[in-house]
């Protein structure tokens, strides 16, 4: 039953079906995991095909039953554990395909007691050298272990003891050693796969002395894959004239030699040439085109030197062809000898990549005839002349790129024409005139750099349509006017250069909007005014430049809040007043320059100053302080005693008498009070009831629906939360506390207290109230995406990747740092968990229900309460002494941090005696932090795996930090925010840079 929507858990019904041969449901959705019954009843059962579902759980031991199973296929699922040595019994076993799960340990040695065909279990977690006994299996074809941690190396007999195998793939794991210099003997292998291993030069001394020998040429090999080894020595040009191969690949190691120069030497079937990235020299030779089936070719990063053969595209088969990185030089620019115009003739190209060459040639219009071009590199190679304006006709293209060339002229307002384009690079050249609006239409643009040339004008003012560009360099041009408006709409943006021009006008507050940006760069232009505040709402600022502008003013304090900024220039501005104390809070700061200005008063001492020096602060004439800024020491007069003693009658005395005076008012209002506090209920709540619209029971009934099943979203232990319509179309969410149960009156009394003042982004607003004697409720926002707990446990096909749940984790922080230290009066939440954290329509996270919280008055640093939280998440000194503290919330964050990225409840029924969720995720940090991670958001094989691995895992040590057993132990929350908003910039960057690179290597 391939290939349908088949969903829920396998019926175990299924398997007690006594006549059942095979059992095939790939392609589907089933999940849960695979009954433990599986082969109690078939005893006849012998295929079992449950590929490409969500099949989880360990593979179940009791497969060994079935004793006449020929074919076990579970691959492309999500099973865990280790791999049963049960199966070694299935002594009818002939293929067993467990490839693309979450498998960890050893290969089991039983495995060598079956009479395999096929074993492929390749992108698993399996570590450790590779039994011998699997070397023993004669009757294999087929072997695949690739993207696996196993490490060892091949037996020198491995041919003979595997006569009939076919494929050999073995690439992405640690193997080392040589190839065996019995590869000749494997007289059925086709096709071997050993790249990105450890392999060194002695696989050519055992194979490749001089020439190829003849057992390997006539093995018929169709895939010969060897790329990201540290393979040396010659290649082999004989290796070319196996007639039989389509694939070639020795990439990315370092290898001499040239290319064969006969027709002869080129095999007729080879489809792919990945050479790439090696020590090789020579012409690319005409007789290349006898390869008439070729359709990629990689000859980057070598020495190439000579022309690109004008023979190249004879075949119309060549879609992607990579000489960046060489020699290469043009017959002549201006006639039919232009290498551009030999290139032109491959009518299927994909890929061109021709960067770092010296061609010294013209764009010819033909480029227009691409029409299935996808990527176009040409950086640094000498291009001359203008850019065709019928590069519009390149409609699938997704990649430009002509940076630091010699192109003049006008950007074509025909560049619009290509909608697919993502990446524009026309930095570095001699281009003119102004940007055209049409570029406003590339609507899937995420990089444009125009930065270095000579357009003028304004910056157009539909910019703000490029809603997915990530990456705006425009620096170094003369570029003039306002910055346009709609700049600041561009949300998503994260580097921003626009220095070197003459841009005028104001920084406005919409700045701000850039809230995830990393980079802005408005140096060395014509700005004025006051910087605004605004400016430090840009968390995840790191650099920040502002040098050489007209700006005048005080440096706001709120600058003090960019955590993340790591370099501040300021220098050569008008800026006066003093420097903000708030600049000691910058603990990544390392570089900080304001000189050049008119700043006064006192160099802070503490913090990110410790390391700067005078060169910081050059040209300030009133600025004072320590001896090593190279300023004045700053004046710190002193008063005589009797100065001091009129300074004690004159102030002091009236104050102290008001003080006393103040305080016999309150105890006489306070006692009046008291007497009334039974007439007057709930007084305490009057400020939010009158502060905030109120509503009347009937209102709420009839927003309800009379509080249907239907509208309710939710239960707690002293309120259900209804959705409701007001009469003015405002949906809210209602809180109606059930005042039948004990403690629900005080959990609403607390409620109140808690939200009458706070106010911040990241926690539930309330809206209004409905106090009666009988009936007691609150309106909240409307949260449309539900809970983190909906998100991460109850719906299956929910699936938050790693950027949302670092942002829903900043937010929560963002939250609990408000509460903490923002507030008056500091607020421990007491029930920091999943089911209270909810998220809005742009699934911001806000923290709610504050029914048990406790507010620290008087200068307390802890209380006691006799309230139960939530079992799991409750600090340890709450649960027995019933202490509450801001570190106890800090404690319930760390697990909520555990919780949302191993996608574990702390009440896990794995964790038992001293195993918790806590000590599972620290143990694996020492060894595979991806065995704990939530395989759903993270898997081997992933792209960009080793960033994400390294950003999850810092984030599990910040959370292990969080909750340690002592409230001293643990992280302040105000560092967990700063940490965590530093992780989340260091993966955005290394995230990015690493696509670059990859659109570079390709």
């Given at each position: 039953m391939e290939?349908n929507?088949f969903?829920g858990?396998?019926?175990?019904s299924?398997?007690?079906i006594s006549t059942?041969e095979?059992?095939?449901?790939?392609?589907?959705?089933?999940?849960?995991?695979?009954p433990?019954t599986?082969?109690?009843?078939?005893?006849?059962?012998q295929a079992?095909?449950?590929?490409?579902?969500?099949i989880d759980?360990?593979i179940?031991s009791g497969?060994?039953?079935?004793?006449?199973?020929?074919?076990l296929?579970?691959s492309?699922n999500?099973f865990r554990g280790r791999i049963?040595?049960?199966?070694?019994n299935?002594t009818?076993?002939?293929?067993?395909?467990?490839?693309r799960?979450n498998l960890e340990?050893e290969?089991?040695?039983q495995?060598?007691?079956l009479?395999?065909?096929?074993?492929r279990m390749?992108?698993?977690?399996?570590?450790?050298?590779?039994?011998?006994v699997?070397?023993?299996?004669?009757?294999?074809?087929?072997?695949?272990?690739a993207?696996?941690?196993?490490?060892?190396?091949?037996?020198?007999?491995m041919c003979?003891?595997l006569?009939?195998?076919?494929r050999?793939?073995?690439f992405?794991?640690?193997?080392?050693?040589?190839?065996?210099?019995?590869?000749?003997?494997?007289t059925?292998?086709k096709?071997?796969?050993?790249?990105?291993n450890?392999f060194?030069?002695?696989?050519?001394q055992h194979c490749?002395?001089?020439s190829i020998p003849?057992?390997i040429?006539?093995?018929?090999?169709?895939g010969?894959d060897?790329?990201?080894?540290s393979?040396t020595?010659?290649?082999?040009?004989?290796?070319?004239?196996?007639s039989?191969?389509k694939?070639?690949?020795?990439?990315?190691n370092?290898l001499t030699?040239?290319?064969p120069?006969?027709?002869s030497?080129w095999?007729?079937?080879?489809?792919?040439?990945y050479?790439?990235q090696n020590?090789?020299?020579?012409t690319?030779?005409?007789s290349?085109?006898?390869?008439?089936?070729?359709y990629a070719?990689?000859?980057?990063?070598?020495?190439?030197?000579g022309?690109?053969p004008?023979t190249?595209c004879?075949?119309?088969s060549?879609?992607?062809i990579n000489?960046g990185w060489?020699?290469?030089t043009s017959?002549?620019?201006m006639s039919?000898?232009?290498?551009f115009n030999?290139?032109?003739k491959c009518?299927?190209l994909i890929?061109l990549?021709v960067?770092y060459?010296?061609?010294?040639?013209?764009?010819?219009v033909?480029?227009g005839?691409l029409?299935y071009?996808?990527?176009?590199?040409g950086?640094?190679c000498g291009?001359?002349?203008?850019i065709p304006g019928?590069i519009?006709?390149?409609?699938?293209?997704m990649t430009?790129?002509?940076q630091?060339?010699?192109?003049?002229?006008?950007?074509?307002?025909t560049v619009?024409?290509?909608?697919?384009?993502?990446?524009?690079?026309?930095a570095?050249?001699k281009?003119?005139?102004?940007?055209?609006n049409t570029?406003c239409?590339?609507?899937n643009?995420?990089?444009l750099?125009l930065?270095?040339?000579?357009?003028y004008?304004?910056?157009p003012t539909?910019?703000g349509?490029l809603?997915?560009?990530r990456?705006?360099l425009v620096q170094?041009?003369?570029?003039t006017?306002v910055i346009?408006?709609?700049?600041?709409d561009?949300?998503?943006?994260?580097?921003?250069?626009?220095?070197?021009?003459?841009?005028?006008?104001?920084?406005?507050?919409?700045?701000?909007?850039?809230n995830v940006?990393v980079?802005?760069d408005?140096s060395?232009n014509?700005?004025?005014?006051?910087l605004s505040?605004?400016?430090?709402?840009?968390?995840?600022?790191a650099?920040?430049?502002?040098?050489q502008?007209?700006l005048q003013g005080?440096?706001?304090q709120?600058?003090g809040?960019l955590?993340?900024?790591?370099f501040l220039?300021?220098?050569?501005?008008?800026?006066?007043?003093?420097?903000?104390g708030s600049?000691?809070k910058?603990?990544?700061?390392k570089?900080?320059?304001?000189s050049?200005?008119?700043?006064?008063?006192?160099?802070?001492?503490h913090?990110?100053?410790?390391?700067l020096?005078a060169l910081?602060?050059?040209?300030?004439?009133?600025?004072c302080g320590?001896?090593?800024f190279?300023v004045?020491?700053?004046?710190h007069?002193?008063?005589r005693?009797t100065?001091?003693?009129m300074?004690v009658?004159?102030?002091v005395?009236?104050?102290a008498a008001?003080?006393i005076l103040?305080?016999?008012?309150?105890v006489?209002?306070l006692?009046r009070?008291?007497?009334?506090?039974?007439?007057i209920?709930?007084q305490d709540?009057?400020?939010?009831?009158?502060?905030r619209?109120r509503?009347?029971y009937r209102?709420?009934?009839?927003?309800?629906?009379?509080?249907?099943?239907?509208?309710l979203?939710?239960?707690?232990s002293f309120s259900?939360v209804?959705?409701g319509?007001?009469?003015d179309g405002?949906?809210v969410a209602?809180?109606v506390?059930d005042?039948?149960?004990e403690?629900s009156l005080?959990?609403?009394d607390?409620?109140?207290d808690?939200?009458?003042?706070?106010r911040?982004?990241?926690?539930i607003?309330?809206?209004?109230s409905?106090?009666n004697?009988?009936?007691?409720?609150?309106?909240?926002?409307?949260?449309?995406?539900g809970t983190?707990?909906t998100?991460?446990?109850?719906v299956p096909?929910y699936?938050?990747?790693?950027?949302?749940?670092?942002?829903?984790?900043?937010d929560?922080?963002?939250?609990l740092?408000?509460l903490h230290?923002?507030?008056?009066?500091?607020?421990?939440h007491c029930?920091?968990k999943?089911?209270n954290?909810?998220?809005?329509?742009?699934?911001?996270?806000?923290l709610?229900?504050?029914?048990?919280?406790k507010?620290?008055?008087?200068?307390?640093?802890t209380a006691?309460t006799?309230?139960?939280?939530t079992i799991?998440?409750?600090?340890?000194?709450?649960?027995?002494?019933?202490?509450v503290?801001?570190r106890?919330?800090?404690y319930s964050?760390?697990?909520?941090?555990?919780?949302?990225?191993?996608?574990?409840?702390?009440?896990?029924e794995?964790?038992?005696?001293?195993m918790s969720?806590?000590?599972w995720?620290k143990?694996s940090?020492?060894c595979?932090?991806?065995d704990?991670i939530?395989?759903?958001?993270?898997?081997r094989g992933d792209?960009?795996?080793t960033?994400?691995?390294?950003c999850?895992?810092?984030?599990?040590?910040l959370?292990v930090?969080?909750?340690?057993?002592?409230?001293e132990?643990?992280?302040?929350?105000?560092?967990v925010?700063?940490t965590?908003?530093?992780?989340?910039?260091?993966?955005l960057?290394?995230a990015?840079?690493k696509?670059t690179q990859?659109?570079?290597?390709i």
């Amino acid at each position: 039953m391939e290939y349908n929507q088949f969903t829920g858990s396998i019926p175990a019904s299924i398997f007690n079906i006594s006549t059942l041969e095979i059992v095939g449901f790939s392609y589907n959705g089933l999940s849960g995991n695979l009954p433990a019954t599986v082969c109690h009843r078939p005893s006849k059962l012998q295929a079992l095909a449950l590929p490409w579902n969500n099949i989880d759980g360990e593979i179940p031991s009791g497969l060994s039953g079935c004793s006449e199973l020929q074919t076990l296929s579970l691959s492309f699922n999500n099973f865990r554990g280790r791999i049963p040595m049960e199966i070694g019994n299935l002594t009818m076993l002939k293929k067993l395909y467990l490839g693309r799960n979450n498998l960890e340990g050893e290969i089991p040695q039983q495995l060598g007691q079956l009479k395999l065909e096929v074993l492929r279990m390749q992108n698993d977690g399996l570590t450790g050298l590779v039994p011998p006994v699997i070397f023993n299996i004669s009757s294999l074809k087929y072997l695949s272990l690739a993207n696996n941690t196993l490490s060892g190396s091949l037996p020198m007999d491995m041919c003979h003891r595997l006569p009939l195998l076919e494929r050999l793939y073995l690439f992405g794991n640690k193997f080392t050693g040589s190839l065996p210099s019995s590869i000749g003997n494997c007289t059925s292998l086709k096709d071997f796969s050993l790249s990105r291993n450890n392999f060194t030069a002695s696989v050519w001394q055992h194979c490749f002395v001089g020439s190829i020998p003849q057992e390997i040429v006539k093995l018929g090999l169709e895939g010969l894959d060897m790329f990201d080894n540290s393979l040396t020595g010659v290649l082999p040009s004989d290796i070319f004239n196996i007639s039989t191969l389509k694939l070639l690949s020795f990439a990315m190691n370092h290898l001499t030699g040239h290319l064969p120069p006969s027709i002869s030497g080129w095999s007729p079937n080879i489809r792919e040439i990945y050479l790439g990235q090696n020590e090789l020299s020579g012409t690319i030779p005409d007789s290349i085109s006898n390869a008439s089936k070729l359709y990629a070719l990689d000859l980057a990063s070598n020495s190439f030197t000579g022309f690109i053969p004008d023979t190249l595209c004879s075949s119309e088969s060549l879609q992607m062809i990579n000489f960046g990185w060489n020699y290469l030089t043009s017959k002549s620019s201006m006639s039919q000898h232009n290498s551009f115009n030999s290139l032109m003739k491959c009518k299927n190209l994909i890929m061109l990549i021709v960067s770092y060459n010296l061609l010294s040639d013209i764009v010819p219009v033909t480029i227009g005839n691409l029409s299935y071009l996808e990527i176009f590199w040409g950086d640094n190679c000498g291009i001359m002349g203008n850019i065709p304006g019928a590069i519009g006709n390149l409609s699938n293209l997704m990649t430009l790129s002509l940076q630091d060339n010699y192109l003049s002229g006008t950007i074509p307002a025909t560049v619009g024409q290509s909608q697919k384009l993502q990446y524009l690079n026309l930095a570095g050249n001699k281009l003119q005139g102004s940007i055209p609006n049409t570029l406003c239409g590339l609507k899937n643009l995420g990089y444009l750099f125009l930065s270095g040339n000579q357009l003028y004008g304004s910056l157009p003012t539909c910019i703000g349509n490029l809603t997915f560009l990530r990456k705006l360099l425009v620096q170094s041009n003369g570029l003039t006017s306002v910055i346009p408006l709609s700049l600041w709409d561009i949300k998503d943006l994260l580097v921003l250069k626009l220095s070197s021009n003459s841009l005028s006008g104001e920084l406005p507050p919409e700045i701000e909007k850039l809230n995830v940006a990393v980079v802005i760069d408005l140096s060395r232009n014509q700005l004025s005014g006051e910087l605004s505040s605004s400016i430090g709402n840009l968390p995840n600022l790191a650099e920040f430049s502002l040098a050489q502008n007209r700006l005048q003013g005080p440096i706001p304090q709120s600058l003090g809040s960019l955590t993340s900024l790591e370099f501040l220039d300021l220098s050569r501005n008008n800026l006066s007043g003093t420097i903000p104390g708030s600049f000691e809070k910058l603990s990544y700061l390392k570089y900080l320059n304001l000189s050049f200005n008119k700043l006064e008063g006192e160099i802070p001492e503490h913090g990110p100053f410790t390391n700067l020096t005078a060169l910081s602060f050059m040209s300030n004439k009133a600025l004072c302080g320590l001896p090593q800024f190279q300023v004045p020491p700053c004046p710190h007069t002193r008063k005589r005693p009797t100065e001091r003693k009129m300074l004690v009658l004159r102030c002091v005395l009236p104050i102290a008498a008001s003080v006393i005076l103040i305080t016999l008012v309150l105890v006489f209002v306070l006692t009046r009070c008291q007497k009334r506090k039974a007439r007057i209920p709930n007084q305490d709540n009057m400020f939010l009831v009158t502060t905030r619209r109120r509503f009347s029971y009937r209102e709420l009934f009839q927003a309800t629906s009379g509080f249907t099943e239907d509208k309710l979203l939710g239960k707690g232990s002293f309120s259900s939360v209804y959705k409701g319509t007001l009469s003015d179309g405002l949906t809210v969410a209602i809180k109606v506390f059930d005042l039948q149960i004990e403690g629900s009156l005080r959990s609403f009394d607390v409620e109140c207290d808690v939200m009458r003042n706070t106010r911040h982004r990241n926690l539930i607003k309330v809206i209004g109230s409905c106090s009666n004697p009988d009936f007691k409720a609150l309106m909240v926002d409307y949260m449309p995406n539900g809970t983190l707990e909906t998100w991460l446990h109850n719906v299956p096909d929910y699936c938050l990747d790693i950027l949302q749940r670092m942002n829903i984790m900043i937010d929560v922080a963002s939250a609990l740092e408000y509460l903490h230290h923002g507030h008056l009066t500091p607020v421990v939440h007491c029930d920091v968990k999943p089911s209270n954290v909810l998220l809005d329509k742009d699934m911001v996270a806000h923290l709610g229900d504050y029914g048990i919280a406790k507010l620290l008055r008087n200068q307390e640093s802890t209380a006691q309460t006799s309230t139960l939280a939530t079992i799991g998440y409750i600090a340890p000194e709450y649960g027995s002494e019933g202490i509450v503290s801001t570190r106890g919330d800090v404690y319930s964050y760390g697990i909520l941090l555990l919780e949302t990225f191993s996608r574990k409840k702390p009440v896990d029924e794995m964790f038992v005696a001293e195993m918790s969720l806590r000590q599972w995720v620290k143990e694996s940090l020492h060894c595979a932090v991806i065995d704990v991670i939530d395989a759903n958001m993270l898997r081997r094989g992933d792209e960009h795996f080793t960033v994400k691995e390294h950003c999850v895992k810092s984030i599990m040590e910040l959370a292990v930090s969080c909750c340690a057993e002592s409230p001293e132990q643990r992280v302040n929350v105000k560092d967990v925010l700063t940490t965590l908003t530093k992780i989340r910039v260091e993966f955005l960057k290394n995230a990015q840079a690493k696509t670059t690179q990859e659109v570079v290597r390709i």
